[in-house]
């Protein structure tokens, strides 16, 4: 069965979700971790948390993923901002024990003019320092679509940051399709030569999750623009040969298309009529 899912705004709580979830026939949900924009987080309800778990387990539900407020920078040239970017992913780590997910991913950073080597350094330095061996989340590197000065926009620099982690069971990736187009690889064309890729040079075992995107632009834009599925430059074939693909149909997959509820509903539909 397709492991499918959307992103969910965690405004109304996490039981709403899981409801908001269960109504589009989705078995697994995205969530901001608080604020996309960073900032403080809404305390725990434990009772909320538990009433999601029962629907999670009652329902069958695929592994959840947080994502981190995009605006966290671990490689920014501020310290400052590399700072708060850190105690706020410590944090994040602490709530998500306390919550039935343990997929965390974010973007690894924009190096802000320093060069990628530096980049990667301040990313990788900064993980070892907030990673503990108890944790039971994995954190998920994002592949970049390269924009301004995005690290992660190849494989090789996902891999030189994941070589530099310490505690390594607890890294591993989310390919994000439209990125991924964005960046360069041919997803369209040659979807078996990019997975062999990232196999060579990552390893297919780290990865974890797929954020399932159409987007607006041509291959190697580096714009980042997504577009509903099939709507867009990748095109409903090769998204359904993504989904169908035997190195990741097992994984879950997550929209992060420009739409409201129903919308994705229709995709949701959509994908799991198309899915072997
Ligand atoms: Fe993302
Ligand atoms: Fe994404
Ligand atoms: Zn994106």
Redesign the pocket.
């Known amino acids: 069965m397709l492991n499918i899912g959307c992103h969910l705004s965690l405004s109304d709580g996490y039981e709403a979700m899981g409801k908001t979830a269960l109504s589009i026939n989705a078995n697994t949900f995205q969530f901001f971790t608080r604020n996309p924009r960073g900032g403080s987080a809404k305390a725990i309800d434990a009772k909320d948390v538990e009433i999601l778990s029962n629907l999670l387990k009652q329902n069958n539900f695929a592994p959840l993923l947080a994502?981190a407020p995009?605006t966290l920078n671990l490689c920014s040239s501020a310290p400052e901002t590399r700072l708060f970017a850190k105690e706020m992913m410590a944090d994040d780590l602490k709530r998500l024990e306390k919550l039935p997910c343990n997929l965390y991913?974010f973007?690894p950073g924009s190096h802000t003019g320093q060069g990628a080597e530096t980049g990667i350094e301040q990313i990788a330095t900064a993980l070892n320092e907030i990673m503990t061996p108890n944790q039971s989340t994995i954190i998920l590197l994002?592949t970049m679509a390269g924009k301004g000065s995005e690290v992660g926009r190849s494989f090789y620099e996902l891999r030189a940051i994941i070589d530099r982690i310490k505690l390594n069971d607890k890294i591993s990736v989310c390919l994000?399709t439209c990125h991924v187009s964005d960046a360069g690889y041919d997803i369209i064309n040659d979807l078996d030569g990019v997975l062999t890729e990232f196999d060579n040079v990552i390893g297919l075992d780290k990865l974890k999750a797929i954020?399932l995107n159409d987007s607006l632009n041509e291959r190697g834009a580096h714009k980042d623009r997504h577009a509903k599925i099939g709507e867009g430059k990748i095109g409903l074939d090769a998204i359904v040969r993504i989904i169908n693909h035997p190195a990741l149909k097992h994984l879950p997959f997550f929209l992060?298309t420009p739409n409201e509820i129903d919308g994705y509903a229709n995709e949701i539909k959509l994908l799991r009529d198309l899915a072997k």
Do not use: F, L
């Open positions: 994502h995009y991913n973007h994002e994000d954020h992060e």
